[in-house]
């Protein structure tokens, strides 16, 4: 039973939403898809975790899967035919029949490759899904929406992709000038649709986050609309990454159960995903999230210390991520779901930027997940070593995964690295790898054609609200 001061008990179900921190009405799947962030600052987990679906170990397509995983997380909150249609745009624009195909590139080494949707990343999967769903969820209560969100590049691209020409909904991006990808920008910039808009911020990703905090505190923005954001901690998006540890699991067979999962880790979104699918019952052995430079979850459970230092850029950009907010959701199952421990912790961050983890949550961590991070030599250098040995180009998120899943015992069970972007999306980077720029797919091709649309802001919020309203 969920027992809360802000309402009669209910009992618990998957398809019912409590905080981490444990001070929020518990709500349905349409409202923490519309919500993103519970008002008390927590982060939304279901109340109870279902078990794996058996269909979705059966079923035939990626589809078929994905819509058995996610069946009992969103309940009786959205007509059943919503979800039908959100999971046949979940793999929409894919060119690989496959949707998230393993390759097998070492003994007992894998990698999932999961950048064969529109704009190459693996942020695609679940954001297309989550547009169909969050239409579907205003549709019925009759609301419209403003999404609010920055971004490093791939984010931005995934969402300008998926909700362009949503109804209900308009998405506002920040990007910090000059500071992303060429590639990345003309996503965000060239969709032609009028509900995306795109600002590049004279600033630091940082920058933009802090503007993007602060506008979604500001009411007056709101005009009768909901306003959200559409960042990893968005419970929709991270449902939608558990089902391709199900097609993962599904292509090792028997050596399932046996299996590592490396993740190359930035807001922490995807390896929760993978842990969300063991916890359902997907078999795998266990989870290794790996790091750039920007290693604060390596650091908090090596030294028991969570703290943020000011991010440094590398090359795998999407992971450049001071304080990964997902965390939270880790500390709170690991603490046997304390929401009063989760509240003190990430309160007591909040403000000082540095926590100490008690010991027994620390341990209880630390049997859940493991972390390493790699530097940017090592990172180059797997490149390189990848394209050797394979002839594949692999991008620097997939170099960092790939760097630490060589390091680990591959005696007892396959190791499966995450191959989360296209090479082609970072041409510099594999350039100075290997001394040449992987082709570009199909679906990043004719971008530089297309007519591009930003407008460029300082980096305070009376410049950006007028950029806005
Ligand atoms: C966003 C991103 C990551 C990090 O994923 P998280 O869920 O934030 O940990 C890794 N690689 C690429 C290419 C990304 O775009």
């Not at 001070?23 to 993103?36: C, H, I, Y």
Request: hydrophobic fraction near 45%; charge should be neutral; include cysteine.
């Amino acid at each position: 039973m969920i027992r809360s001061t802000f309402g009669p008990p209910m009992p618990a179900a998957a398809s019912i939403y409590i905080s981490t921190r444990g001070q929020s009405p518990a709500v349905d799947f349409a409202e923490a898809l519309l919500r993103g962030v519970a008002p008390d600052g927590g982060l939304y987990v279901p109340s109870r975790w279902p078990a794996l679906a058996p269909e979705a170990m059966t079923a035939h397509s990626a589809r078929e899967v994905a819509h058995a995983v996610l069946r009992p997380f969103v309940g009786d909150a959205l007509p059943d035919e919503a979800l039908t249609r959100a999971t046949w745009r979940l793999t929409e624009g894919f060119l690989e029949p496959e949707v998230t195909p393993l390759v097998q590139i070492g003994p007992n080494l894998h990698m999932l490759e999961l950048f064969h949707g529109p704009t190459a990343a693996f942020k695609d999967y679940a954001m297309q899904m989550a547009a169909v769903l969050a239409e579907a969820a205003l549709k019925q209560s009759g609301q419209r929406l403003l999404l609010i969100t920055a971004t490093s590049g791939d984010t931005g691209a995934a969402a300008a992709r998926a909700f362009a020409g949503i109804e209900g909904i308009e998405l506002v991006i920040l990007h910090p000038l000059d500071r992303v990808s060429a590639i990345q920008r003309l996503q965000m910039t060239t969709t032609g649709a009028d509900n995306v808009r795109n600002l590049a911020v004279r600033g630091d990703f940082d920058d933009c986050q802090r503007l993007v905090k602060a506008l979604l505190a500001d009411e007056g923005l709101r005009d009768g609309r909901r306003l959200s954001s559409v960042n990893s901690i968005n419970w929709a998006r991270l449902a939608g990454q558990i089902p391709y540890y199900v097609t993962a699991a599904r292509a090792l067979g028997d050596a399932a159960a046996r299996a590592t999962y490396v993740v190359p880790t930035g807001n922490f979104g995807d390896t929760f995903a993978g842990w969300g699918a063991q916890r359902m019952g997907v078999p795998m052995d266990g989870l290794v999230a790996a790091t750039n430079r920007n290693d604060a979850l390596v650091r908090a459970l090596g030294t028991g210390v969570y703290e943020r230092t000011t991010a440094t850029p590398t090359a795998s950009v999407s992971m450049d991520v001071q304080a990964p907010s997902n965390f939270e959701r880790l500390v709170f199952e690991a603490s046997g779901r304390d929401a009063d421990l989760t509240r003190g912790l990430f309160e007591d961050f909040a403000r000082h930027g540095r926590v100490r983890l008690p010991d027994d949550l620390l341990g209880a961590l630390r049997r859940e997940v493991s972390a390493v991070a790699v530097t940017e030599a090592e990172t180059a250098e797997e490149i390189s070593r990848t394209h050797r040995e394979t002839g594949r180009v692999i991008c620097p998120h997939t170099a960092v995964a790939l760097t630490v899943a060589r390091r680990l015992n591959r005696r007892d069970g396959p190791v499966v690295a995450l191959a989360t972007a296209h090479p082609a999306k970072f041409p510099e980077a594999v350039r100075a790898a290997i001394g040449i720029e992987p082709e570009r797919p199909q679906q990043l091709q004719g971008l530089e054609g297309r007519a591009e649309r930003f407008e460029t802001v300082n980096a305070d919020l009376a410049s950006v609200r007028a950029a806005i309203t």
